[in-house]
């Protein structure tokens, strides 16, 4: 497997404007004979099939939901960043880009990174001139908010539904394009595999979730826009169906997939509270701006938060890192509020939870400044927990949130498959081994409106393409070959569920697998323990699971159970790669990797480098490839907020 | 968060697919926990019933933190149930007690065709918004995003409206089966802020026609989908809509 990033040359700040200038072009005529194939319609999705609709280019999208405004994207809650130091607070390109590569502990690509910076701009004006509500000030301008892991405002946000209004205002631009005619929307399908001719990427086969119906489709080129892997855990702050799929698909036909050992767990999740838990819910980061996170001093500690008085409180974050305080990025708020549990300092009827308390601020604010910035994350909150924070302090604890690995992309976002372009969260580019907040919503719209056009065009423009139909052999071996896996899935089923597993219960098995040895702390023994249990779950499926009905219908426990089966198997190089990486990175700690103050500690001279697998065929240990990272802008240095 | 459980019976709606005729189905349930949610007990259920051998409840839903619209079903004759701007998906079952019965039903109207058990097919409220839901604005090329001063509160009066999530509550639970709830939120958005002026005429009047083709009925002030919005819309919006669509018409 070749690893060519393909950075362009010459100066960091120029990159971008000398990669537009020498890539190839298409012209508006001929855009419309090209087909582009796009799945998942979140942000980056969504965002990518207008665009390229607009340009001139024939799309057709998918989606597994009913609706294209369903996909993920919408549960951000947060906000955007952007460099437009509208603040005048000393906020530049430079600085969201040095934020961004220190946020995610230097195992970022730096030309990824700034061009990500650069284009944040026209992301906020984008959405301007679509009608995204943004918050304003009183004068009528842009209104900012800080976030973690920045000590300037450049966060911009539409009360706490950042992630629904922008996702809203892609999505209307897609209707705009299907009402166009330029792109044809394809909801409730299922991705099951792509279609490689020649060895290029041409097309997918997809299952009609309502149906069961299989059906393929070429295209000149696909685009993966599918998001995050976070449900391998099977409790995580994603969607319900949130997947691997697409991309584990596309790594078996030869992807390389980089970092997938980066996961990251947010600090402000609503606690887990019993076994019958189906999902976790994030409380935004934002929170953080006036929330103040504490723990009783003393370790078992079982009184009401509001009968422990300030002296026997721990404000352990601010006091531990006095100038950045509760703002701390993710990896650093979520370790310490472990680190807290694990010495019995937890809160609540678990123990594992800590406090984010209001209670100040609402003193200093008034309760209608505080329900202003926050009433509708309260109200979650009380809805879920019958507990209102205005009375009592919020209970936070982290949870696996977002996914920084995802295939390996050069810098056009192509795959090591030609003609497979993988944007947003699915590939592994831009937030290095840990991201900052509010900038998940910045790549996704980036990659999607403004990058993946110009890199689509150069990649058409210069590989001739044969039309391929798809009623072609690929697309009916790879039809067959989906047919094959159903009937495989469903095998175990047969004489009925005596004795056998559910879906879930195996799914269950998994993720706490993967969070007891492969979560916020890791250790070699532990990691080595994994991969030795990991195939005797995935006997365990392959011969017990129960999966009631046919293939032929629409089937929940089958879908589930199909993503269920790829996330076994992903699971294995989830495992390989965390044990490869002998270093603490972002929240992965190492536990053999630690400074004299516990600390995670980065190890520059033996891990600068991406970590890519290959997929060596089904049986056979998957290869490690690297892609050396290289810093010549940035000096790496050991991350500190004290 | 407490620990009590209660047992419910639970009649739901069970209909193999679009053609084939539904029935209530009577399933009892016990011990679930008060802290879960209501699709938390469903998922109890499904389990159970796959257990058995039987075919579990198809319902949908996928965020689970009431935002992305796609969960919703009628509990006792209420969409999205009992609980004043809840989704299903944050109902909790502390809201219920033991020896409740719930009857759970699909959202239903003549346009939103059932798929199967409680999943409907809510695709004509996408070609409501294809119609014209919103600014006609090419990627680039636009202007800084503060050279459009808006007022604040102006801001967030946009911003009630477009907090809509698109479940369709509104459509199920009004009489007439009409979406302008739906509609009005979103013609209110955009023609409250000055991106959405140059399409404001054209946008009433074809995102009104696309309501009257897809098969929704007429607003009579019933005002059941404010009551059921689990993001606590406004009908204001859908007199805003009302006079939308009267000054396009006479005045163009």
Redesign the interface.
Known sequence: MELNANIPSGPLAEKWDNHRFSSKLVNPANRRKYRIIVVGTGLAGA?AS??LA?QGYEVSTFCI??????A?S??AQGGINAA?N?QNDGDSIQRLFYDTIKGGDFRSREANVYRLAQVSN?I????????V???????????NRSFGGAQVSRTFY??G?TG??LL?GA???L??Q??NGKVT?H?RQEMMDLVLVDGKARGIVTRDI?SGKLSSHSADAVILATGGYGNAYFLSTN???SNVTAAWRAHKKGAGFANPCFVQIHPTCIPV??H????L??MSESLRNDGRVWVPKKPGDSRRPGSIPEEERDYYLESKYPSFGNLVPRDVASRNAKEQCDEGKGV??TNLAVYLDFAEAIQRDGKATILKKYGNLF??YE?????NPLHEPMMIYPAVHYTMGGLWVDYNLMTTIPGLFAIGECNFSDHGANRLGASALMQGLADG??IV?TCIANYLGSNPLATVEASEQPFTEALKQVQANIARLLKSSEG??EGKL?V??IHKELGLLLWDHCGMARNKEGLEKALKELPLIQKKFWDTV?I??TGE??N??LERAGRLADFLEFAEIMIRDALAREESCGCHLREESQTEENEAKRDDAGYSHVSVWEHMGDGEEPTLHKEDLIFENVTPSQRSYK | ???DTIDLSLEIWRQK?SKATGNFETYALQNI?T???F??ML??LN?N????????V?F???????????CGAVINGVAHGP?P??TLC?L?M?HFKTGDTLVIEPFRSRAFPI??DL?T???A??RI????????????G?????T?????A??EL??DA??C??CGACVASCPNGAAMLFTGAKIS??CL?P??QPERTERALAMVKAMDTEGFGNCTNERECEAVCPKGISIRNIARMNKEFVKATFFG
């Not at chain 2, 636009?142 to 503060?146: A, E, L, V």
């Open positions: 965002s207008a665009t607009e939901q009913d609706s294209p405004r369903r993920h919408i549960a437009k509208y026209n906020i004006d984008q959405c301007v001139a679509q009608g509500p943004f918050a304003r000030e009183y004068g009528g301008t842009l209104a539409a009360r539904q629904q209004q809203l999505y209307s631009a209707s705009r299907i009402k929307m909801t309502i969607a319900m169906a509270h019993g019958f838990q189906s999902k819910t994030l609540g009827t109200q979650m809805k879920i927990t019958a507990s409106y403004f056009g009925g569920p559910t879930d219960e129960y009631p009905g219908e629409l929940q426990s | 968060m407490s620990i697919d926990s802290g879960m949610s699709l938390e998922d109890v389990e019933l796959t257990r058995a051998g039987k075919d579990p198809a949908d839903h996928d965020c689970r933190e009431g935002i992305c619209g796609m609980e701007e809840t944050q909790h502390r798929r199967k999943i097919d809510r695709s409220l996408d918004i294809q119609a014209g839901g919103y600014v006609s604005v090419n990627t680039g636009t202007p800084d995003g503060n459009i001063p808006i007022p604040s102006t801001a946009a911003m477009a907090s999530i698109g958005q955009l802020l991106q959405g």
